[in-house]
């Protein structure tokens, strides 16, 4: 089992830029796909990007393609989400998650998320 930590969150314009970390403790990190997800007030949770195990594959929702970048450090149990023009509409609590079967598996552990607010 793997627990997961958000942090980074937090208050910034629109245009601006932030980046939340996940820290991961437990089994190894480095096992696992990882992925950011996001929940705005009144809407379904959504993906937002994900990453392989070793960091060499990624993949991200059309709404946030080129504006946002994933990444991990596995030697510090570690995934990013560098996120970059945030619009109002990126406003949510954003999620992590870890996959024990890769890219394609399902998401079985969550963290308990952290707030993004974009102002505009």
């Known amino acids: 089992q793997v627990q997961l930590v958000e942090s980074g969150g937090g208050l910034v314009q629109a245009g601006g830029s932030l980046r939340v970390s996940c820290t991961a403790s437990?089994?190894?990190?480095?096992?696992?796909?990882m992925g950011w997800f996001r929940q705005a007030p009144g809407k379904e949770r959504e993906f937002v990007a994900a990453?392989?195990?070793?960091?060499?594959?990624?993949r991200y929702a059309d709404s946030v393609k080129g504006r946002f970048t994933i990444s991990r450090d596995n030697a510090k149990n570690t995934v990013y989400l560098q996120m970059n023009s945030l619009k109002p509409e990126d406003t949510a609590v954003y999620y992590c998650?870890?996959?024990?079967?890769?890219?394609?598996?399902?998401?079985?552990?969550w963290g308990q998320g952290t707030q993004v607010t974009v102002s505009s």
């Open positions: 990453v392989s195990r070793s960091g060499g594959i990624t």
């Open positions: 998650a870890a996959s024990p079967r890769g890219l394609g598996g399902q998401y079985e552990y």
């Open positions: 437990g089994r190894t990190f480095s096992s696992y796909a």
